[in-house]
């Protein structure tokens, strides 16, 4: 890893990940004060901005995003409507969705106007060590670094397997059976194929039309029966209507709670139903509605799937579409700083400050991580642009420094 022109001791803030959660918090840290312009630096293996988040949207064929064009990383929500200004036809109904393409170009805008193309260190950090008023960046290669503040905007997550994933007895070939963050529907050749989806979120929907478009026959099936909804939840978590009660709730686990019945599971958009509802007309898709796997057989080049209901199913490919799961106690980046700043951890979330930073140091978290704080769109573009606004009083106040924040330590 090289730091050009820059000496550890000079990072005051080192932000890991360069997805669209970093590039909304340095935007807005710069917007509120340019003198922190050549005080900060972004780390991601990729070495530029928001390669993981376009890598995933190529490889779903995913035709434009789920939030509204005002949910992007740019300080002005109307900018992004501003760049598609002679592009109107990138803008899809309801309520202005940007193409995948505009997106990715308007953010390559954002990052040239606010001069961020070079903060981005190719650099994969394995380990954050806590010292004393400080942290040492561990970086794969050996070296390290070290950073007054870090922020965390990885996304997080690992990817949820059913359980009975892990008792299959039969060795298969690993491109027969895989979770969705692995699928790349460019390079596969499925005419002919039958192939089994689990999960009733929006990413199975986008596997099935992609499956279905290369000549396969899907079988899409769910634990309950598939939910359509605009929105990952509720457009009232944005502001007050909702977000009021939340913040007032003075129970962890209930606040928790309601995270969990906003989201409500995954869910497809209506058009992406309809799509479904079109091609299975003409048998190219079945739906398996309130169905969950017992176990699973490979044998003779294909799988046999045994279900609760009795049924056996025939297939050749299985793909997960199954989500992640948000466990801070298993991020390893947190290892040291949970067992040097102990906080309370909710059902894997943990329990940051007023500015979501860790209580007792200087490590601000974004994202899924961030929920019990920012709600249920914590993952989402507008959980960004609600984190950044928590965070970055914090950095640019003194009065805001750290204290630590008396909590209960007892893990549930």
Same mark, same amino acid.
Request: one cysteine or more.
């Given at each position: 890893m090289e730091i050009t022109s820059v000496t550890p001791s000079q990072i005051d803030l080192a932000v890991v990940g360069a997805g669209p959660h970093a590039l909304t918090l340095v935007t807005h840290l710069l917007q509120k004060c340019q003198k922190k312009r050549g005080k900060f630096w972004v780390f991601d293996p990729s070495g530029s901005w928001l390669t993981q988040w376009q890598r995933q949207f190529a490889a779903l064929e995913i035709p434009h995003?789920?939030?509204? !064009?005002?949910?992007? @990383?740019?300080? %002005?929500?109307?900018?992004?409507?501003?760049?598609?200004?002679? /592009?109107? %036809?990138?803008? #899809?109904?309801?309520?202005?969705?940007? *193409?995948?393409?505009? #997106?990715?170009? #308007?953010?390559?805008?954002?990052?040239?106007?606010?001069?961020?193309?070079? /903060?981005?260190?190719?650099?994969?950090?394995?380990?954050?060590?806590?010292? /004393?008023?400080?942290?040492?960046?561990? #970086?794969?290669? *050996?070296?390290?670094?070290?950073?007054?503040?870090?922020?965390? !905007?990885?996304? *997080?997550?690992?990817?949820?397997? @059913?359980?009975?994933? %892990?008792?299959?007895?039969?060795?298969?070939? @690993?491109d027969k059976l895989c979770h969705s963050h692995q699928v790349d529907l460019r390079g596969l050749k499925l005419q002919g194929e039958r192939i089994l989806i689990v999960g009733g979120g929006l990413t199975s929907g986008h596997l099935a039309v992609g499956a279905i478009g290369r000549g396969a026959q899907v079988i899409l099936m769910s634990r309950r029966q598939l939910q359509e909804k605009l929105f990952d939840a509720e457009p009232g978590w944005l502001g007050p209507k909702y977000l009021k009660n939340f913040e007032n709730e003075p129970d962890w686990e209930k606040k928790w709670e309601m995270i969990q019945q906003a989201r409500n599971g995954g869910s497809m958009t209506p058009k992406i139903m309809v799509q479904l509802r079109r091609m299975s007309r003409d048998l190219s898709i079945e739906f398996h509605p309130k169905c969950q796997i017992l176990n699973v057989k490979w044998d003779r080049n294909q799988w046999t799937v045994y279900c609760q209901d009795g049924r056996q199913l025939f297939v050749d490919r299985i793909w997960l579409a199954t989500g992640t799961k948000l466990d801070v106690t298993a991020e390893p980046l947190l290892t040291e700083i949970l067992a040097t700043y102990p906080t309370k951890i909710v059902k894997g979330l943990p329990v940051l400050d007023e500015y979501l930073r860790w209580p007792g140091c200087e490590l601000f978290i974004m994202g899924g991580l961030a929920a019990l704080q920012v709600g249920p769109v914590g993952r989402n573009l507008s959980g960004a642009r609600m984190a950044t606004s928590r965070i970055v009083p914090a950095l640019i106040k003194s009065r805001a420094a750290v204290s630590p924040v008396k909590l209960g330590l007892k893990h549930v």
């Open positions: 995003l789920r939030s509204p !064009a005002v949910h992007h @990383p740019d300080p %002005n929500p109307f900018e992004l409507r501003r760049f598609a200004e002679s /592009r109107p %036809n990138e803008l #899809f109904a309801p309520y202005d969705l940007p *193409g995948s393409r505009l #997106f990715e170009e #308007f953010c390559g805008d954002v990052v040239e106007r606010w001069k961020l193309g070079d /903060r981005v260190i190719k650099a994969k950090i394995t380990r954050i060590e806590p010292l /004393r008023g400080s942290f040492r960046l561990w #970086f794969e290669d *050996g070296e390290s670094a070290i950073a007054r503040r870090v922020a965390i !905007a990885t996304g *997080g997550g690992k990817p949820q397997l @059913p359980e009975w994933t %892990n008792q299959i007895q039969t060795p298969y070939p @690993p």
